[in-house]
């Protein structure tokens, strides 16, 4: 244990922020401190830090323990130029460096006992050199300013020079490169491109000491926490494990709650019953046994409402008219501005049913090209054609159409005047509007705040195709995993840009790249694109204008879909673009037809096994039911039937599993 938190809490004014929370990391862990926004998580930190003092509990260090921090909000003024400032992490190294050079020159002269001295110096600092990576310093220097985005020419720039977002990347560096026992990381990835995420996953996983984290990014989570400590309505719990473990182990453990919740809430509203009617027999007897149970009751310990009820908030997302099978056809789309030529002759197709991310560095043109879709920007070269019967919900951030005057819950119900009070309420609270939030006027909302409620009206509409630009921004992850289910259930078409690689993971069911300034398509989640971009990227000509598919171990191509498997063809080609057989492009149809036929019998199977759990478990509560104790018949008929139904989940499970694999 080099880290200990014991018993913390703190409050500011009247507001409990922190109560009782404990827990520890030892050497070289991994954990990830997670909650809704303003759970008290960054306040934990500088409690550590000792930036806060803690109302009640201590902080326990180990000795001589190193800890280096990254708040959000980093004071930085650096005056000094981006290589230097990285090369002052390594001042000890040099200086040590120098002694040695000066050791050995002092070698050359000394004898006897004078020179045992400086063998015995000389062989204790070359061991420390070496143990301190001393000679890479300058390769791992300019690693860390590769990975965070900095090439050769900007080492020489003044850091005063840089904008906000590069000063916090040259603040991550420095404390990256002293390499304390402790890596302490508030919000790291908000400044980072996905490459620059990547690598810092990769860097933070290797690391030799012990990582906290404070993170939005669950996918960065996943990739980093071996352990991660949730702050809830004030308390900590910890799991042990990454962000999957830890989201589905959740889920567990709030269903839990909520039934001990409910049937605690039952029970007391039974007990209150009761003990109304004894004291309507206004009888002695009576008013002493309903004393006897009040007192019962004022000595229950009331168990919290969990601060999440998913069911509540479960959106559901059923497109009003079918649309045709070809939903989007997109063939030669070319756009500039001015001399930026965004993108050349791009061509994608998305059909029905399909999950497609957009996905590509900043500034390549993919809100460009969904704005190009709904006619908001003009296209230069090209055509664009959606399928028969489609209909588009579109949401983009700087496009939204809402009424300034009117309150949110006006916003909704006038937009959809069929919908009940409870179920416009439960959608909203399900993007973060509560209580007396519904009553705000749009005009007083901020950006964000505009964005979630476009966001909610349209989860609500009747589209069959969404087309959703970066629809988790200024969602905590409460309401991206509600939006996540509602995609994932959704049966019509999406196609979406983000950059939340968990999101893009749990919904998408192919990515499509744009990367120099062409479409590189991968027929799959996230994980699969990681696995086998590089393959792609690494057979490619980047000469020719690929549209590469790749699905399991194959790559399938048409006129607009080059072979990414053959990298002495692709070296040897002389031809602008690589055309391959109508056979080719019929197995891809096939391939992807397959692929949602599977997906489908997969979300039937799901369905049937989660009917079926609940059938067992109503007949356990008939089983175990005491009414039933003495009646042997209708015993005999619910144990055929758990038989059955047993069987029939068996055989569910396998099926299921066979389906994932």
């Given at each position: 244990?080099?880290?200990?938190?014991?018993?913390?809490?703190?409050?500011?004014?009247?507001?409990?922020?922190?109560?009782?929370?404990?827990?520890?990391?030892?050497?070289?862990?991994?954990?990830?401190?997670?909650?809704?926004?303003?759970?008290?998580?960054?306040?934990?930190?500088?409690?550590?830090?000792?930036?806060?003092?803690?109302?009640?509990?201590?902080?326990?260090?180990?000795?001589?323990?190193?800890?280096?921090?990254?708040?959000?909000?980093?004071?930085?003024?650096?005056?000094?130029?981006?290589?230097?400032?990285?090369?002052?992490?390594?001042?000890?190294?040099?200086?040590?460096?120098?002694?040695?050079?000066?050791?050995?020159?002092?070698?050359?002269?000394?004898?006897?006992?004078?020179?045992?001295?400086?063998?015995?110096?000389?062989?204790?600092?070359?061991?420390?050199?070496?143990?301190?990576?001393?000679?890479?310093?300058?390769?791992?220097?300019?690693?860390?300013?590769?990975?965070?985005?900095?090439?050769?020419?900007?080492?020489?720039?003044?850091?005063?020079?840089?904008?906000?977002?590069?000063?916090?990347?040259?603040?991550?560096?420095?404390?990256?490169?002293?390499?304390?026992?402790?890596?302490?990381?508030?919000?790291?990835?908000?400044?980072?491109?996905?490459?620059?995420?990547?690598?810092?996953?990769?860097?933070?996983?290797?690391?030799?000491?012990?990582?906290?984290?404070?993170?939005?990014?669950?996918?960065?989570?996943?990739?980093?926490?071996?352990?991660?400590?949730?702050?809830?309505?004030?308390?900590?719990?910890?799991?042990?494990?990454?962000?999957?473990?830890?989201?589905?182990?959740?889920?567990?453990?709030?269903?839990?709650?909520?039934?001990?919740?409910?049937?605690?809430?039952?029970?007391?509203?039974?007990?209150?019953?009761?003990?109304?009617?004894?004291?309507?027999?206004?009888?002695?007897?009576?008013?002493?046994?309903?004393?006897?149970?009040?007192?019962?009751?004022?000595?229950?310990?009331?168990?919290?409402?969990?601060?999440?009820?998913?069911?509540?908030?479960?959106?559901?997302?059923?497109?009003?008219?079918?649309?045709?099978?070809?939903?989007?056809?997109?063939?030669?789309?070319?756009?500039?501005?001015?001399?930026?030529?965004?993108?050349?002759?791009?061509?994608?197709?998305?059909?029905?049913?399909?999950?497609?991310?957009?996905i590509g560095g900043n500034g390549t043109g993919k809100t460009t090209i969904l704005k190009i879709i709904n006619r908001l920007v003009s296209k230069d070269l090209g055509t664009?054609?959606?399928?028969?019967?489609?209909?588009?919900?579109?949401?983009?951030?700087?496009?939204?159409?809402?009424?300034?005057?009117?309150?949110?819950?006006?916003?909704?119900?006038?937009?959809?005047?069929?919908?009940?009070?409870?179920?416009?309420?439960?959608?909203?609270?399900?993007?973060?509007?509560?209580?007396?939030?519904?009553?705000?006027?749009?005009?007083?909302?901020?950006?964000?705040?505009?964005?979630?409620?476009?966001?909610?009206?349209?989860?609500?509409?009747?589209?069959?195709?969404?087309?959703?630009?970066?629809?988790?921004?200024?969602?905590?992850?409460?309401?991206?995993?509600?939006?996540?289910?509602?995609?994932?259930?959704?049966?019509?078409?999406?196609?979406?840009?983000?950059?939340?690689?968990?999101?893009?993971?749990?919904?998408?069911?192919?990515?499509?790249?744009?990367?120099?300034?062409?479409?590189?398509?991968?027929?799959?989640?996230?994980?699969?694109?990681?696995?086998?971009?590089?393959?792609?990227?690494?057979?490619?000509?980047?000469?020719?204008?690929?549209?590469?598919?790749?699905?399991?171990?194959?790559?399938?191509?048409?006129?607009?879909?080059?072979?990414?498997?053959?990298?002495?063809?692709?070296?040897?080609?002389?031809?602008?673009?690589?055309?391959?057989?109508?056979?080719?492009?019929?197995?891809?149809?096939?391939?992807?037809?397959?692929?949602?036929?599977?997906?489908?019998?997969?979300?039937?199977?799901?369905?049937?096994?989660?009917?079926?759990?609940?059938?067992?478990?109503?007949?356990?509560?008939?089983?175990?039911?005491?009414?039933?104790?003495?009646?042997?018949?209708?015993?005999?008929?619910?144990?055929?039937?758990?038989?059955?139904?047993?069987?029939?989940?068996?055989?569910?499970?396998?099926?299921?599993?066979?389906?994932?694999?």
């Amino acid at each position: 244990m080099i880290l200990a938190c014991q018993n913390i809490s703190k409050a500011f004014g009247v507001d409990q922020i922190l109560k009782d929370i404990s827990f520890h990391i030892e050497d070289k862990e991994k954990i990830a401190i997670v909650g809704i926004n303003g759970s008290g998580k960054t306040t934990l930190l500088k409690i550590i830090m000792g930036e806060e003092t803690p109302d009640e509990g201590q902080i326990v260090i180990g000795k001589d323990t190193t800890i280096g921090y990254l708040s959000q909000h980093q004071d930085i003024s650096f005056d000094n130029t981006v290589y230097a400032e990285m090369l002052a992490t390594k001042k000890h190294i040099i200086d040590m460096e120098a002694n040695i050079r000066q050791l050995e020159l002092d070698m050359k002269s000394a004898k006897g006992e004078e020179l045992e001295k400086i063998l015995e110096t000389y062989n204790r600092l070359s061991s420390t050199y070496d143990r301190e990576n001393g000679y890479a310093y300058e390769s791992e220097i300019t690693g860390v300013l590769k990975g965070l985005g900095f090439d050769k020419s900007d080492y020489d720039r003044h850091i005063n020079t840089l904008s906000g977002g590069q000063k916090m990347r040259i603040a991550l560096g420095r404390l990256l490169l002293t390499r304390p026992d402790i890596i302490i990381l508030d919000e790291p990835t908000n400044h980072l491109d996905m490459n620059s995420i990547t690598w810092l996953e990769g860097f933070l996983s290797a690391y030799s000491g012990s990582v906290i984290i404070v993170s939005h990014d669950r996918y960065f989570i996943d990739k980093i926490a071996t352990k991660v400590v949730e702050i809830d309505n004030t308390k900590g719990i910890v799991y042990h494990g990454n962000y999957t473990y830890y989201s589905k182990k959740r889920g567990e453990i709030r269903a839990s709650q909520m039934k001990a919740y409910l049937n605690q809430q039952a029970e007391i509203k039974h007990q209150e019953a009761v003990i109304t009617k004894l004291k309507q027999f206004n009888r002695e007897k009576s008013i002493k046994r309903a004393e006897s149970r009040e007192k019962m009751l004022d000595k229950i310990e009331v168990l919290e409402k969990p601060t999440e009820v998913a069911s509540e908030m479960r959106l559901s997302l059923t497109p009003s008219v079918e649309s045709g099978n070809d939903v989007l056809t997109i063939t030669d789309l070319s756009k500039s501005f001015g001399q930026n030529t965004l993108f050349s002759n791009l061509d994608l197709e998305v059909k029905r049913g399909e999950h497609v991310a957009l996905i590509g560095g900043n500034g390549t043109g993919k809100t460009t090209i969904l704005k190009i879709i709904n006619r908001l920007v003009s296209k230069d070269l090209g055509t664009v054609s959606l399928g028969s019967r489609v209909k588009i919900g579109y949401y983009d951030q700087e496009h939204q159409v809402l009424s300034l005057h009117k309150t949110i819950f006006e916003e909704i119900s006038d937009s959809y005047p069929d919908l009940n009070n409870t179920k416009i309420r439960n959608v909203l609270a399900a993007f973060l509007f509560t209580g007396e939030d519904v009553f705000k006027k749009i005009g007083d909302l901020s950006g964000g705040e505009r964005g979630r409620v476009s966001l909610a009206k349209l989860m609500l509409s009747p589209a069959n195709f969404l087309i959703l630009d970066e629809p988790t921004n200024h969602l905590d992850i409460q309401s991206k995993e509600i939006l996540e289910e509602a995609i994932r259930n959704y049966t019509g078409t999406v196609l979406f840009v983000s950059h939340d690689r968990y999101f893009i993971n749990s919904v998408s069911t192919r990515i499509v790249e744009l990367k120099d300034k062409k479409l590189y398509n991968f027929i799959g989640n996230y994980d699969y694109y990681e696995s086998h971009k590089d393959n792609v990227y690494g057979v490619t000509d980047r000469n020719a204008n690929p549209f590469t598919s790749v699905s399991g171990d194959s790559t399938m191509t048409d006129n607009s879909i080059s072979t990414a498997n053959d990298s002495a063809q692709a070296s040897n080609s002389s031809t602008a673009g690589v055309t391959t057989s109508k056979e080719d492009y019929l197995k891809n149809k096939e391939e992807q037809a397959r692929l949602r036929k599977k997906a489908n019998e997969l979300k039937k199977t799901e369905a049937r096994i989660a009917e079926v759990e609940a059938l067992i478990e109503k007949l356990n509560e008939e089983i175990n039911d005491p009414a039933n104790a003495t009646n042997s018949f209708k015993l005999g008929e619910l144990a055929t039937k758990l038989e059955e139904y047993d069987t029939e989940l068996m055989e569910l499970y396998e099926r299921f599993y066979e389906l994932e694999g």
